[in-house]
Nanobody, 120 residues
Framework: QVQLVESGGGLVQPGGSLRLSCAAS????????MGWYRQAPGKEREFVAF???????VYSDSLEGRFTISRDNAKNTAYLQMNSLKPEDTAVYYC??????????????WGQGTQVTVSS
């Protein structure tokens, strides 16, 4: 069993920043990467970024370099630093442990999600 606890979401003005956290516990040794996805109202869940256990990172091209994924292996926690936020970044953000092949991430579990709302 894997438990995931996401936090750090909230309401922020356009141009602002947020840092999301995802704490994982349980049987996570089989997973080789942690990823973030998001789902906006009425849209499908989309890939945001992933980071391998060795620190390799892959991002969605749509982010234009505004987001940074990182992790603390000692704490089994992944982070998503989001800068220069735009209204179109509004979504529920989900983390997921999983595996990867080259630049493709395969999510295995989902957390409960954390709401990010970008609005003035």
């Amino acid at each position: 069993q894997v438990q995931l606890v996401e936090s750090g979401g909230g309401l922020v003005q356009p141009g602002g920043s947020l840092r999301l956290s995802c704490a994982a516990s349980g049987t996570i040794s089989t997973f080789t990467a942690m990823g973030w996805y998001r789902q906006a109202p009425g849209k499908e869940r989309e890939f945001v970024a992933f980071i391998s256990n060795r620190g390799m990172t892959v991002y969605s091209d749509s982010l234009e370099g505004r987001f940074t994924i990182s992790r603390d292996n000692a704490k089994n926690t992944a982070y998503l630093q989001m800068n220069s936020l735009k209204p179109e970044d509004t979504a529920v953000y989900y983390c997921s442990p999983g595996t990867y092949n080259v630049r493709t991430f395969y999510p295995a579990k989902w957390g409960q999600g954390t709401q990010v709302t970008v609005s003035s």
